[in-house]
């Protein structure tokens, strides 16, 4: 049986350019937790990307860490 987790990501940024964030929340079976991260100039679509870029590098070869 295959494990899935499922991964929600958001980015924006206010100003474009302008400070911006990204975050990415986890779930797999009852677990839940979250990455975050900040930048003081880019874009919103620079931050969309930035969240699933981080939020894929953050799984280590088919397991899971946080």
Avoid: C
């Amino acid at each position: 049986m295959m494990r899935q987790i499922q991964i929600v990501t958001d980015g924006s940024a206010i100003g474009n350019p302008g400070p911006g964030g990204w975050a990415a929340v986890f779930a797999y079976e009852k677990h839940r937790w979250a990455i975050f991260g900040a930048v003081s100039i880019t874009t919103a679509p620079e931050m969309e990307l930035s969240a699933a870029i981080q939020a894929l590098r953050s799984l280590d070869g088919g397991t899971i860490s946080n």
